[in-house]
């Protein structure tokens, strides 16, 4: 059995439906499990639906569901051309508990953001399951909140592991066996009071490498708009390489220092059980891609580059004339782990103590107001972060060039660069 991954590129039109329905149906002769995310930049658009709380309605909501509405029906009408009425039905049920949520919020911002952004995925795999009923490709549609188990940490909620791998053996693998087919959503799931939780923004990878850790899939693929995994964001970089194969322990290097290729939470469930993880072409979908699997080499052996905008430099120093001493960087980093600030590179020295963070608006809010109690604060915005694994001095002095450098650190096999954007 296969899981299968589509992002919302890879369904953000009818064309694009129709491209990876054809792969489906092409890899429907074995069992499969298709995990697919909100059409196009459909989760961003409902985003601006989200109420922070009764009294704070966002603004143009009129506007934002036409606009999200619109989007799929001209989805729907160009796949089902005559036929679109059960389609319809569906969907305008899912658009009404939308509206029914946008204009009756709770209290909870993160609540609300759940109910609201959930949509897309319910909206994306009715269409999709619907459309591939309609060309002769039979396959259940399944709700993936009544199998994905979470706490009730809204917008990024931690898996019950014993919950899900329940239900999967007393639900989702029955209907695997009778079905052979199954088109689901990924992101989305269910705390274990029945509400609709999600995984964190780009958590469909995730969600499809619970499901094949889960189901002890034989492989994952994650279907993409690139050849593979490249070793550097062509967004930044000219020349880039694909890389055939990456240990798993290397993918969950890449992902802690920011490749966003792939969801950080996905290859752990997948290397306990060694299931293989695929990234392939939806363009190409025959080309070969990329595997990572239990390997010992990065092949070809080539430098890995990771760029990260939008990094701050915080410089912090006591006020009392004190050392930056154990208690101090227990202060500081007790702070950082309540509000919830990930920390991507650290220096110390005797009086300061710098940390690179991302530009993130609690930062401002939370972070410095708290810590400039004890410390004073500077700070450098605009800033990018450029990790390279398996470096050499001359692909250094070329980053650097005439770049000012804020930070610079290197391991044995990492650099690490702060400069600017
Ligand atoms: N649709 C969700 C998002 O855009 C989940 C995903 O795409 O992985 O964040
Ligand atoms: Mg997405």
């Given at each position: ?227 593979g995994f490249?070793n ?11 890389i055939n194969t990456i240990p798993y322990n290397e993918a969950i290097e890449l992902a802690?220092?920011?490749a966003?290729i792939i969801?950080?939470?996905?290859v ?8 293989p993880l695929?990234v ?10 990329s595997v990572i699997k239990?390997a010992?080499y990065v092949d070809?052996?080539?430098?890995l ?84 694994r ?32």
């Amino acid at each position: 059995m296969k899981v299968f991954k589509f992002g919302g590129a890879s369904v953000n039109s009818a064309d694009a439906v129709r491209n990876m329905a054809a792969i489906v149906k092409q890899h429907a002769t074995d069992p499969l499990v298709v995990v697919v995310s909100a059409m196009g930049k459909t989760t961003n658009n409902l985003e601006l639906l989200v109420p922070h709380h009764q009294t704070h309605t966002p603004k143009n909501i009129p506007e934002t569901l036409t606009k999200i509405k619109n989007y799929h029906y001209n989805i729907v009408d160009e796949l089902f051309e005559n036929d679109t009425q059960e389609v319809y039905k569906q969907i305008n049920l899912l658009f009404a508990q939308l509206e029914e949520q946008v204009m009756h919020p709770s209290f909870d911002y993160n609540y609300n953001y759940d109910q609201i952004v959930s949509v897309g995925e319910l909206l994306s795999t009715t269409i999709i399951s619907l459309y591939l009923n309609h060309k002769g490709v039979n396959n259940t549609w399944v709700d993936i909140r009544t199998v994905i188990k979470t706490d009730a940490t809204y917008r990024e909620g931690k898996v019950d592991w014993e919950m899900t791998q329940s239900c999967v053996n007393h639900s989702l693998k029955n209907i695997i066996s009778d079905s052979g087919l199954v088109i689901t959503q990924g992101f989305i799931a269910s705390s274990v009071q029945g509400t609709t939780t999600t995984l964190g923004r780009e958590g469909s990878d995730y969600s499809a490498s619970i499901l094949a850790y889960c189901l002890d899939a034989s492989d994952m693929v994650i279907w993409k708009d690139v050849p593979g995994f490249l070793n550097a964001d062509p967004k930044f970089f000219a020349n880039t390489t694909k890389i055939n194969t990456i240990p798993y322990n290397e993918a969950i290097e890449l992902a802690y220092y920011g490749a966003s290729i792939i969801h950080p939470k996905t290859v752990k469930p997948l290397q306990n059980k060694e299931i293989p993880l695929h990234v392939k072409s939806f363009v190409t979908p025959q080309s070969e891609g990329s595997v990572i699997k239990n390997a010992s080499y990065v092949d070809p052996e080539t430098p890995l580059y990771i760029f990260k905008n939008n990094q701050i430099l915080l410089s912090i120093m006591p006020k009392d004339f004190s050392f930056i001493a154990e208690d101090n960087l227990q202060k500081i980093f007790g702070e950082m782990a309540n509000i919830g600030i990930k920390v991507n590179m650290i220096q110390n020295s005797a009086l300061s103590f710098s940390v690179c963070i991302d530009d993130h608006h609690l930062v401002f809010d939370k972070l410095i107001p708290t810590l400039q109690k004890d410390f004073a604060i500077r700070y450098n915005k605009g800033l990018q972060l450029i990790t390279i694994r398996y470096y050499t001095p001359k692909i250094i002095n070329e980053i650097v060039n005439h770049r000012k450098i804020y930070l610079e650190q290197h391991s044995r096999i990492t650099a690490q660069l702060l400069t600017e954007m």
